[in-house]
């Protein structure tokens, strides 16, 4: 089992930046790949960013794309969500998700653990 607990939401202008954080507890975190996902209001879940098991690959987004980053430190058991650039349409709740690969994952139904979320608030 892992468990998932994420940080650093809040509420911040257009342009603004925000890091988000998950701390994972529970197994080797060092051996699931880390991904990102985000749902608002009325949406689907959809995803935003994965990272390898050692962090030599990633995968981001379209919508992402050139805006937010991806890293892990293993050492920590922390991944994190770099976003900059932030619009509103990025508003929506982050979750932490891991999954029982050290390989990049991009489907929900791909992730075996996940984390309660944190809110992401972006005015204009």
């Known amino acids: 089992q892992v468990q998932l607990v994420e940080s650093g939401g809040g509420l911040v202008q257009a342009g603004g930046s925000l890091r988000l954080s998950c701390a994972a507890s529970?197994?080797?975190?060092?051996?699931?790949?880390m991904g990102w996902f985000r749902q608002a209001p009325g949406k689907e879940r959809e995803f935003v960013a994965a990272?390898?098991?050692?962090?030599?690959?990633?995968f981001f987004a379209d919508s992402v794309k050139g805006r937010f980053t991806i890293s892990r430190d293993n050492a920590k058991n922390t991944v994190y969500l770099q976003m900059n650039s932030l619009k509103p349409e990025d508003t929506a709740v982050y979750f932490c998700?891991?999954?029982?690969?050290?390989?990049?994952?991009?489907?929900?139904?791909?992730?075996?653990?996940w984390g309660p979320g944190t809110q992401v608030t972006v005015s204009s």
């Open positions: 990272i390898s098991w050692n962090g030599g690959n990633s």
């Open positions: 998700a891991a999954g029982d690969s050290p390989y990049i994952k991009t489907m929900e139904r791909q992730y075996n653990y």
């Open positions: 529970g197994r080797t975190f060092s051996n699931y790949v």
